[in-house]
């Protein structure tokens, strides 16, 4: 009697020791899953997802919080690539938050225009505008995610967006198109 | 070799542990929706009950047998069952959230899984040694993904078929499991007992 009390107790005990041990050896950190959706974002920071930021709205659909097609600057692309990580079936870009623009934007500074008021300094997620008060300002291309935030709040109405121009490193081969003929 | 052999053969075809011996049927039906979660679920079902026979075995022959304490075998196997699916979960759960995402509430759920327990007492009614204990669990679990991708793979296409609707969801899905039963019966005789 006592001995299947010490085996049951000793059993117990020892897998209690194991899966504490496990418990700090696999401890996850943070919530892997938001880290996977949030590389899936395009990191502009825009927040037209009604979120204030790439991380949070990652945060929110990994707890079921947010659904997928909010991110305009993402668009199809990213649905797609969401619903393929989290197994859902996609679902068209909801118009609440904007439509995705037809191809990569990036803000031009018009550099005579420009008073420099330091305002869309302040309203860039990213950096990506440098300059100093009553000093011309001019944007980083490389750094603009194209997310429209810094066209409000200019009062000059100084900044454009415009299309991205391929440069050597990411200029592509146009994809062949075959004309259709039509057999009679 | 041979007898390993058959061991393998024996319980991945002839008594499928879902199948024929109808053993862990609540996953099968619960996790075979879609075929990523069926072979996520059966890679964690082949974890476990390969650990959970080897070491059910050596808890009843180095521990319960000596102490002549056999009749506390279904206690102490459950304790050892649990602790090993505790283990996996956590190991699931840092090596790939996305799986434990998707099998949810199914990884704990191991632990009742009938087919684990099963198998830790056939090993001991079959009177099996520490290998053979390892390869019949390790052929079961084998067997039970085989069935799972199986079935999840007929279910992925019973969606999109043209089914009456009394026979729409589970029922199809039951007469369905019942044809591949069937069918494994056709792989009786081919290992003698």
């Not at chain 1, 995705?100 to 990036?106: D, G």
Request: contains cysteine; charged residues 10%; glycine residues 10%.
């Amino acid at each position: 009697m006592l001995s299947a009390l010490f085996v049951v107790g000793g059993l117990a005990a020892l897998f209690g020791l194991l899966l504490g041990f496990a418990a700090i050896r696999f401890r996850v950190e943070g919530d892997p899953l938001a880290d996977k959706i949030d590389k899936l974002l395009p990191q502009t920071q825009c927040g037209q997802c009604t979120f204030p930021g790439c991380r949070p709205y990652a945060e929110a659909i990994a707890k079921g919080e947010a659904d997928i097609n909010q991110c305009p600057p993402g668009g199809e692309v990213t649905i797609q690539a969401l619903a393929g990580l989290l197994g859902v079936e996609p679902k068209p870009l909801n118009a609440e938050h904007g439509e995705a623009p037809a191809q990569a934007l990036v803000a031009l500074i018009d550099e005579q225009t420009c008073i420099g008021c330091t305002l869309c300094i302040q309203a860039c997620p990213v950096d990506a505008i440098v300059g100093a008060a009553k000093h011309m300002h001019t944007v980083i291309e490389a750094e603009c995610t194209g997310c429209k935030l810094c066209l409000p709040p200019c009062p000059v109405d100084c900044i454009l967006m415009v299309a991205v121009q391929p440069s050597p490193t990411t200029w592509k081969w146009p994809y062949p198109i075959i004309p259709l003929k039509e057999v009679a | 070799m041979t007898d390993y052999l058959l061991i393998i053969v024996g319980t991945v075809w002839v008594n499928n542990l879902v199948l024929s011996q109808f053993l862990g049927l609540c996953p099968f039906m619960g996790v075979s929706r879609k075929l990523e979660t069926a072979i996520g679920m059966g890679l964690a079902t082949t974890f476990v009950l390969t650990l959970s026979s080897v070491s059910s075995y050596l808890v009843d022959t180095w521990l319960l047998a000596p102490l002549d304490l056999q009749y506390l075998r279904t206690l102490s196997f459950i304790l050892v069952i649990a602790a090993i699916v505790g283990f996996t979960e956590m190991v699931v759960r840092k090596t790939s959230p996305i799986l434990h995402n998707v099998l949810g509430i199914y990884l704990p759920l191991i632990t009742t899984n009938c087919a684990v327990l099963g198998v830790a007492l056939l090993n001991i009614q079959q009177q099996h040694g520490f290998i053979e204990s390892a390869l019949y669990g390790m052929g079961g679990a084998l067997g039970f993904t085989l069935v799972m991708v199986m079935f999840a793979s007929l279910r992925e296409r019973l969606v999109v078929a043209d089914i009456p609707s009394v026979f729409k969801g589970n029922a199809i899905g039951l007469i369905t499991a019942g044809l591949m039963a069937l069918s494994f019966m056709g792989f009786s005789g081919l290992v003698k007992h």
